[in-house]
């Protein structure tokens, strides 16, 4: 599954997006830690209803950034022919069932994340609203929120190999988290501060140089 490829050295495979992701992850915590004033890591913490656990508010704030372009994993595959042939048999094979209409991944990660977080047991019923701010922030991460009823076509996302990859990519930051989960609470105030920490996290991350120093190193 390809991340980035633009920019980069035609001769080797696209950037990966789970590296991509834990790229993003890692950065989010970076600003936590290097760029967000006191004020406004409290400020969060109180938002999630965890201001007596900063240190696990810091891990949620990870996982919006490491699950911001999990909409990359539906039809998105498909916009890059060179990054497209490194994909599996069976994902492939899904192509002709999947919708023809293009959508943006922002919008897709906002329609899938909400079942991959139930799916992993990352959000419990009584969370399915804090959740879905989640994926709101996740469906801002370009700089502009979604409605939910902005949603994608259904099979844009891809049958049961593409919902697989989801759940493993975003399994793969979760664990790398120390598997947060969603907090209990998370208003809408909070959600606005964390989405300006995944943009800039996303953008930092996106600098061709990173993306094509790593690439060649792997």
């Known amino acids: 599954m390809w991340g980035k490829s633009r920019g980069l050295d035609p001769g080797l495979p696209p950037y990966p997006l789970i590296r991509h992701l834990l790229d993003a992850a890692a950065m989010a915590l970076h600003l936590w830690d290097a ?3 006191e004020n406004q890591r409290v400020r969060i913490a109180e938002g999630m209803g965890l201001a007596a656990d900063l240190g696990r508010a810091r891990a949620v704030v990870g996982l ?3 699950l911001h372009d999990i909409g990359k994993l539906s039809g998105f595959q498909f916009c890059s022919s060179r990054g ?3 994909l599996s048999a069976e994902l492939h094979g899904d192509r002709a069932k999947m919708s023809a209409e293009r959508f943006g991944h922002d919008v897709a990660g906002l329609q899938s994340v909400k079942k991959v977080l139930v799916d992993l047991s990352l959000a419990a019923d ?3 609203r804090v959740a879905e701010r989640l994926a709101e922030v996740i469906g801002g991460h370009h700089g502009r929120f979604h409605r ?3 949603g994608v076509a259904p099979a844009f996302l891809g049958g049961a190999a ?3 990859q989801r759940a493993a990519h975003a399994a793969a930051v979760c664990e790398s988290l120390g598997v947060p989960g969603v907090p209990g609470v998370f208003k809408a105030p ?3 501060l964390v989405t300006g920490v995944v943009i800039l996290a996303d953008w930092l991350v996106s600098q061709e140089g990173l993306s094509s120093g790593a690439a060649a190193r792997a």
């Open 126 to 128: 009584g969370e399915l």
């Open 64 to 66: 919006c950034a490491g």
């Open 35 to 37: 760029y967000l004033s």
């Open 162 to 164: 593409w919902a697989r």
């Open 190 to 192: 909070a959600a606005v």
């Open 148 to 150: 939910a009823e902005d």
């Open 84 to 86: 497209s042939q490194y």
